[in-house]
């Protein structure tokens, strides 16, 4: 089971951290990722951490965005800097064995979301 927690209300250029915290697996050995969903829109890759701990963007978040994975605490975490409104979204988190993917459709498992709002 996964759980997304960190959301709020924030000023653009202003920054959030997102968590997901992990029940039941071992998020180590997992490829972990982060994905959001504009209202209106379809689901968007936003990041993900491969179980060796590689990290990958997408070029909208590059150099803005930065997942990380804390063993110990079991959970995987999405800093988020210099935020615009077009960041505005539900975030989810995700979870797969194996390597890590762009699509969604390769997580297996998913959180319930945390709703993101960057006002202008």
């Known amino acids: 089971q996964l759980q997304a927690s960190g959301g709020g209300l924030v000023q653009a250029g202003g920054s959030l951290r997102l968590s997901c915290a992990a029940s039941?697996?071992?998020?180590?050995?997992?490829?972990m990722a982060w994905f959001r969903q504009a209202p209106g829109k379809e689901r968007e890759f936003v990041s993900s951490?491969?179980?060796?701990?590689?990290?990958h963007y997408a070029d909208s978040v590059r150099g803005r965005f930065t997942i990380s994975r804390d063993n110990a605490k079991n959970t995987v975490s999405l800093q988020m800097n210099s935020l615009n409104p077009e960041d505005t979204a539900i975030y989810y988190c995700?979870?797969?064995?194996?390597?890590?993917?762009?699509?969604?459709?390769?997580?297996?498992?998913w959180g319930q979301g945390t709703l993101v709002t960057v006002s202008s």
């Open positions: 995700a979870a797969r064995q194996g390597q890590a993917y762009t699509a969604g459709a390769r997580y297996t498992s």
């Open positions: 039941g697996r071992t998020v180590s050995r997992y490829s």
């Open positions: 951490i491969n179980w060796v701990g590689s990290p």
